[in-house]
């Protein structure tokens, strides 16, 4: 479903030019769930802007399912993510003045579906929050907000899921139930699942997980060895 | 395209009930109400204005001609709906009681005047009653002069040419009888069927035949369009309210300028406030803009979804600003309807037009810059907040919207003086303003060291925002310079205009007092408790070369009392004063004025500007004049500038008294007598038979009437710009609270007091309110010297008090509008703080 080629990631700074991703390549199959886990500035939110298609590789090349992001246009890379990407971020990212219901209704009325409100409305029960359609973002709790995204990201039953932190703004409570939710839509539409991470225990509920350190990536659970713990994880790492 | 327009359409009503799109909507609303206000006012005000002026010409338009015109023209304008009628003006000698005077013979046909009234009384220099009656046949009516002159009586007869009159009334006021102070020769009015009998009008008589027109102005316009092919520039003189430059007619046309000024200013704020508005909008859009790109949506459906909600906020606030325009303009009128009429019955279209032009234009524009910015957000700001518009151009920003104004001032005015006036001294203040502003910023680094305290903060903040700081700066300073131009610009019009007719101006005027008579008539008028004025030395004299180079123009207009001296009707005969000192109101252009220097002859003689201007007389010309059988000869040494709108003899030649040392005088004064104390004439001129008075009363109380209904007016139009000016202020204020919401919200968090963040915020809206201020007053210095010297012909001046008021008055404003707004956010608990963050 991902394929990525020496993907590298170069910005400019004052201080001349500063290489925040190495060369990378691994792919991920379609279905699977990967977690990408680092510090604080290790540059795995700069890997998903790259796999996602929201930022352009310096160097090296990305394929999703099968088209060349590496190759496209924004406006192209548009397109292809309105088809088959979907999105959950740390801070929600709704749009603030449209209602829960007509913010998950949101990708689908991009992607010109006719029945948005329908699905909007179907999703929005799913995710136990039928009652709360008419409420703005700021009427409703954090964990509300992020099932509210959650609703948004599934709508069009995309083939990939991007999550950036989905709990990070989240307490216990709030983080079991959409962690739950998350993977259970994701098992449900068979949806590959790209998430990065802080959390060691989301991290190890994926198949796979990744880890990033000053920008460059090691594998810490290969592609067969799914369903390792977070303890395996950093035996595997200090190894 | 329909999801776009759905989706638009959904985000506008959600941020209309949410009260988000208030600020830009408010903007919106309040450039198309100001103008709307402004202008519909303005154009209602001067209309009633034009009408009234149109009294002293006793018409809307005017033809003059030295013959009759073609029958045709009066029958075409009567075919359009217009009112015409005619009069005939005739230099004639009139005699009675066995004297003969020159007299201003008026034939007035049925319906004169269409404009204005005429005034008469039973006797002379008594208070005229107005009267819809012309004089019958056989019948004349005359000023009181005449009676003076000819020491004739009501029920005499006069004869003019071959023709018996008698005189049935005293003629007191004529609509169009000008404003020169000396009137020239008594008046006389007869009907116009009378006029043939006198056979006056023959070949070689001086007679001129003037056309009355009134009626609709655009009516006015397509007759004239249809004239003006026909019309002989030699022979015929086309005249319109306008074209008057009689002190009415240029106060009038000052306050239009001024109106027009105020109208300008009005669109500059609302454009300002706009931009505030449209910058705010675009920011606070930027995270919807990165969900929906990264959400899949192309460019081009992000443009159409903000271009549908601009078009959405455009149409809603031309709607509710034109019913706010309506409104206020409404309360205006009735609020000075006893002092000025103005008709809200006719309906004009313009003003509407232009107000609804002006919010499309200031919403298309100013919107521009922003919401290009808008589409350039990166879907990446998802993950990264910090990261902001990928296009950032000051240089197209201050272009575009700076290019905006320009062309708004210039179409809206149709001046593109004015437009420049204004436009240049903007660029100027801005430029200044951004190097204030990093100014600032080195300065705040200095002083904001040290503990954090609210001084610290407000300099940390100041600092911090530069550049959005820039952008308030300079809304703030070009808000506060207009005001402050308006203002100004009102209070030195209105007292200029009072200047020339302060209390006491005198409203009588005798000539032809001899020598022997001055001192007699100074005690006796004394005795009476009057005052009278300078007394002036006049000698009759022929003007008759220039360079030994005869002259065949007709040079003075003193001689005449029609309304249209531009172009003939001027006499040869020239009143020449002496003096060694040079009159009030008069300024010397060119050379130098009399120094003693000039020892013998040829001696000097100082020459009014426009009339050497019209001979071609220079600096050095030899100018011959014919005293009775005496010829003299003098040089032109100085230039004068005359102001004409001053009530006081004013002379086209001033010689050197040397020269005039053997020639036996008469004199002119002047003296101030209250209307209500009009009966005393006839004592103060008992002893007097054969000095001439000349009673202009009546046109200094009309002039004073208008002037005050302008004065009032223009106050109006100031107070109307004044809150519209304040409203922007408010929204300013509004706006950057918004952006100081975060912060707020943070330090509050943080445990900060109240009290430290009310004084941050204060100082710091202090501080930029001082600096808006004082480069507001700078601004307005320039604006003013030039629009003053450019635009409204009067002297420019320095206005060293508003240096210190500026700057105080945009502290205390600034700053009580932003603890005013600061208040309303820390009445919220942080909790809401933080909610109404995200």
């Not at chain 2, 520039?233 to 007619?249: K, N, Q, T």
Request: include cysteine.
């Amino acid at each position: 479903m991902i394929e990525t080629k020496h993907i590298s990631k170069t910005v400019n700074t004052s201080e001349g030019q500063l290489q925040i991703l190495q060369p990378i390549s691994f792919n991920v199959k379609a279905g699977e769930s990967v977690a990408i886990v680092g510090a604080s500035g290790s540059g795995k939110s700069t890997l998903l802007s790259l796999l996602a298609g929201l930022d352009q590789v310096s160097e090296g090349e990305i394929y999703l399912d099968g088209a060349g992001l590496h190759s496209m246009d924004e406006e192209q890379r548009a397109r292809l993510r309105g088809e088959k990407v979907g999105f959950i971020f740390q801070s929600f990212m709704l749009v603030q003045s449209l209602t829960a219901l007509e913010n998950i209704m949101l990708p689908a009325e991009i992607a010109g579906l006719d029945n948005a409100k329908q699905l909007g409305q179907q999703i929005l029960e799913q995710v136990g929050l039928g009652h709360r359609g008419t409420h703005y973002p700021n009427q409703l709790s954090g964990g509300e907000q992020q099932r509210v995204a959650i609703a948004r990201a599934f709508i069009t039953k995309p083939k990939i899921l991007f999550a950036d932190e989905p709990t990070g703004n989240l307490d216990a409570a709030n983080s079991d139930k959409v962690e739950k939710l998350l993977f259970e839509l994701n098992r449900e539409s068979d949806t590959t699942l790209v998430l990065v991470t802080h959390d060691p225990e989301l991290a190890s509920k994926c198949q796979r997980q990744l880890h990033m350190h000053a920008g460059e990536l090691t594998e810490i659970t290969s592609e067969e060895s799914t369903g390792a713990s977070a303890n395996d994880a950093q035996q595997q790492q200090a190894s | 395209m329909n999801n776009a327009f759905n989706l638009a359409w959904r985000l506008f009503k959600h941020e209309a009930k949410r009260g988000e799109l208030t600020i830009i909507l408010f903007a919106i609303v309040l450039s198309v109400a100001s103008v709307l206000s402004l202008s519909l006012f303005s154009e209602r005000l001067q209309s009633a204005l034009t009408d009234q002026t149109a009294e002293f010409i006793a018409a809307d338009r005017l033809l003059d001609a030295d013959k009759p015109v073609d029958p045709q023209w009066i029958s075409k304008a009567t075919e359009m709906g217009l009112n015409t009628t005619k009069q005939v003006y005739a230099r004639s000698m009139a005699f009675g009681n066995q004297q003969m005077t020159l007299t201003n013979l008026r034939a007035a046909d049925q319906g004169y005047p269409l404009k204005g009234e005429l005034k008469t009384s039973l006797q002379p220099f008594g208070l005229g009653q107005v009267t819809e009656e012309l004089p019958a046949a056989g019948e004349a009516w005359a000023e009181s002069r005449l009676f003076q002159a000819l020491g004739v009586k009501l029920g005499d007869s006069i004869e003019v040419g071959d023709s018996e009159f008698t005189l049935t009334r005293v003629l007191t006021e004529v609509p169009d009888s000008g404003f020169s102070v000396f009137g020239g020769n008594p008046k006389v009015l007869i009907g116009y069927g009378d006029l043939e009998a006198t056979n006056i009008t023959g070949p070689g008589s001086r007679v001129s035949y003037t056309y009355f027109f009134t009626g609709e102005s655009s009516v006015l316009d397509d007759y004239y369009a249809w004239l003006e092919p026909q019309l002989d520039r030699e022979l015929h003189f086309w005249m319109s309210v306008e074209d008057d430059d009689s002190p009415i007619g240029r106060s009038v046309g000052r306050a239009e300028q001024y109106f027009l000024l105020a109208s300008l200013l009005a669109i500059v704020l609302a454009a300002v406030s706009i931009a505030v508005a449209a910058q705010r909008y675009s920011q606070r859009h930027y995270d919807p803009v990165a969900i929906m790109k990264t959400l899949g949506a192309s460019k081009s459906m992000v443009q159409r979804v903000y271009l549908y909600q601009i078009s959405f906020i455009t149409l809603l606030g031309i709607v509710l600003g034109a019913i706010a325009g309506l409104i206020i303009q409404q309360i205006v009128v009735s609020a000075i309807a006893d002092k000025v009429a103005v008709s809200l019955d006719v309906w004009h279209w313009r003003p509407l037009f232009i107000a609804v032009f002006t919010g499309v234009i200031c919403a298309v524009l100013f919107s521009l810059y922003p919401l290009l910015k808008l589409f350039s957000v990166p879907p990446l700001r998802v993950l990264r907040r910090d990261l902001g518009a990928g296009m950032s151009s000051r240089i197209v920003q201050f272009g575009a919207t700076g290019s905006a104004i320009l062309l708004l001032m210039w179409a809206y005015s149709q001046n593109i003086k004015i437009s420049l006036i204004l436009f240049v001294s903007g660029i100027v203040l801005v430029c200044a303003l951004l190097a204030i502003t990093y100014g600032l910023i080195a300065l705040g680094r200095k002083l904001g060291q040290g503990k954090m305290g609210a001084w610290q903060l407000a300099w940390a903040r100041i600092k911090r925002r530069a550049m959005g700081n820039s952008v308030q700066l300079i809304s703030f300073s070009v808000t506060i310079m207009l005001l402050l131009v308006v203002l100004v610009m009102r209070n030195d019009m209105v007292s200029q205009w009072r200047d020339q007719l302060p209390q006491g101006t005198p409203n009588y005027f005798l000539s032809n007092i001899t020598e022997s008579q001055r001192p007699g008539l100074q005690d006796h008028f004394a005795q009476n408790g009057v005052e009278t004025d300078v007394f002036y030395p006049v000698v009759r004299a022929r003007f008759v070369a220039i360079n030994d180079e005869k002259i065949r123009t007709e040079v003075t207009k003193e001689d005449d009392d029609k309304p249209s001296q531009g172009r003939n009707g001027l006499g040869r005969e020239a009143n020449l004063t002496w003096s060694n000192t040079l009159q009030n109101g008069n300024r010397i252009v060119a050379g130098k004025w009399f120094d003693g220097s000039t020892t013998k002859e040829p001696f000097g003689v100082s020459v009014e500007e426009r009339i050497a201007d019209r001979l071609n007389i220079k600096l050095d010309d030899i100018l011959t004049f014919n005293i009775g059988s005496e010829v003299i000869n003098v040089k032109v040494t100085s230039l004068r500038e005359v102001n004409w709108q001053t009530m006081q003899p004013n002379f086209f030649f001033v010689l050197q008294p040397e020269v005039m040392g053997s020639f036996l005088p008469t004199y002119i004064t002047s003296f101030n007598l209250p209307s209500d104390q009009k009966a005393k004439i006839s004592t103060l001129m008992r002893p007097y038979a054969s000095i001439t008075l000349f009673d202009v009363d009546a046109r200094i109380n009309q002039l004073r009437a208008i002037v005050d209904q302008v004065s009032l007016a223009v106050e109006f139009i100031l107070i109307l710009v004044l809150v519209a000016g304040s409203l922007v202020l408010i929204a300013q204020v509004q706006a950057s609270m918004d952006e100081r919401q975060q912060e707020l919200a943070i330090l509050r968090t943080l445990g900060a007091k109240g009290s430290l963040i009310r004084a941050s915020v204060v100082y710091e809206f202090v501080i930029i309110g001082v600096v808006a201020g004082a480069m507001a007053a700078l601004a307005n210095e320039l604006t003013l010297y030039l629009l003053q010297t450019q635009i409204f012909q009067m002297e420019g001046s320095l206005h060293y008090a508003y240096w210190i008021i500026a700057p105080v008055v945009g502290a205390l404003v600034v700053g009580i509008l932003g603890a005013a707004g600061c208040w309303r956010l820390l009445t919220l608990n942080t909790s809401q703080l933080l909610r109404k963050m995200v």
